[in-house]
């Protein structure tokens, strides 16, 4: 069974960078899309960043240009590299995975990932 677990963040100021890691242990899909979704208070959960495990990978228009996505095949792992933070990014950050059996590129929706982490904080002061 699958189960990612989430490494990393914090606090950090505005403008400063944070990273994570998410060790997906269990992973047996040959083929799979991995995403870090975030939660602010009061609001949904938003995927903002995802990858293929070909390495494709897209990113939301509010994280573009300062979030980065990679991952590692051979352990399963996932990484997030997060520069010039804002506080509007505060949230738990969650990694997520589906099995993607074809096509080469994955969705933002949350309703297709069927495994989730536990969650990480993150707070971005001003």
């Known amino acids: 069974q699958v189960q990612p677990a989430e490494s990393g963040g914090g606090s950090v100021q505005a403008g400063g960078s944070l990273a994570f890691s998410c060790a997906a242990s269990?992973?047996?899909?040959?083929?799979?899309?991995m995403a870090w979704f975030r939660q602010a208070p009061d609001k949904k959960r938003e995927a903002v960043a995802v990858?293929?495990?070909?390495?494709?990978?897209s990113f939301d228009d509010s994280v573009k240009g300062r979030f980065t996505i990679s991952q590692d095949n051979a352990v399963n792992t996932l990484y997030l590299q997060m520069n010039s933070l804002k506080p509007e990014d505060t949230a738990r950050y969650y990694c997520?995975?589906?099995?993607?059996?074809?096509?080469?590129?994955?969705?933002?929706?949350?309703?297709?990932?069927?495994?989730w982490g536990q969650g990480t904080q993150v707070t971005v002061s001003s």
């Open positions: 997520a995975t589906y099995a993607r059996a074809d096509g080469t590129t994955c969705t933002f929706a949350n309703r297709m990932y069927r495994v």
């Open positions: 269990g992973l047996t899909y040959s083929t799979y899309c």
């Open positions: 990858i293929h495990s070909g390495g494709w990978r």
